[in-house]
Every structure is written in C-alpha cells, then in structure tokens.
C-alpha cells in the first residue's frame, strides 16, 4: 500500500488511470481501512493539506470498500480545522455516516468560517452541515436546528427551517 503524494499527483494529472490507482494505494487490500485512517491521523498531526486532500478524495474513491463510520472522529476534528479546504467534502462524508457524536462538530462548524470560502455567499458549506445535522435525525439534531432557525443569516435560518420541516416529518 502507497498514498504517496506522487502517485496521486500521477493520476490527477492522468498519467496513471483510477484502476491503477486504486490498486497503487491498496484499496482492496484487508488492512487498507486502518491503513487510511491511520494516514489520516498521521496527516491531522501534521497539517498536511494537501495529504488530507488525497486522503478525503480516497475516502470517496473507497467508500464501498471501507467502512466510514470508522472515520468519524478524525472527520469530527478535522471539520473544525482552517489549515485545510475540504471542509464540504468532510461534511459530505458525516452526513453519509448519520453519527450522532457529529452534530455538535457540524453544527461548530456552521460558524467556522473558512478563509477560503469567504466568497461563497450561497453559504454551500453550511448547508451541508445542516443537512448532515438533520441526517442524523434525533432530538440532539432537532434542538441544533431550532437554534438555527434563530441564526441571523438569513440562508442558513431558511435551510434549517426546510431541514427540520423533513425531519420532523419523517418522524
């Protein structure tokens, strides 16, 4: 197994294919799952950006492989780091997992307020959080909401309305 920053920079810029790739890195290999979520731990410590940037997109790339709730306190801190810009992505992936012990992460991170996202005035990544908040669909997420919908933004208020609209719906 390799998660070498060359062999990912080989395959972005398409030297190598996805298929080589994947088996480059080990994907299907028994001990890729703590592999990655070591690496990941590894690059936390390190504020590795760009690490954590192939190792999310891995996450995506493995995802019928591994089991993602294994992720779920790595993806927790790293939500709320600035130093790195896959904060949507990260979001994404908690909201696939559905676990509880997240909201409070997610709902931090609505206020994070990444600088390289200050240009986003569709408020993308906060609506993600919010619906990974409602995604885990308990009271925790239902009181998270109601506080949202006293945000002063006037989007993130909006969506948290519509997302607590299904939940308590779905209920």
Known sequence: MNLSKDLFQKYFSNKITQDELCVSIGIWNTEFEQFLLTEMVHAYKHEDAEMIEYLIFT?????????????????????????????????????????????EYLYKAIFLKPAYL?????????????HAIAK????????????????????????????????????
């Open 136 to 171: 885990c669909g308990n009271q925790e997420a239902v009181d998270k909401l109601n506080l949202l919908i006293t945000d002063k933004n006037e989007i993130v208020r909006l969506c948290a309305v519509k997302q607590l609209q299904k939940l308590q719906n779905s209920i």
């Open 59 to 103: 996450m995506f790339l493995a995802e019928e492989e591994i089991n993602l709730s294994l992720f779920t306190d790595i993806l927790n801190r790293l939500i709320l780091c600035k130093w790195h810009n896959k904060h949507e992505d990260i979001a994404l992936l908690l909201q696939k997992i559905r676990a509880s012990e997240s909201i």
């Open 118 to 130: 200050e240009w986003d005035d569709n408020y993308a990544f906060e609506k993600k959080c919010i």
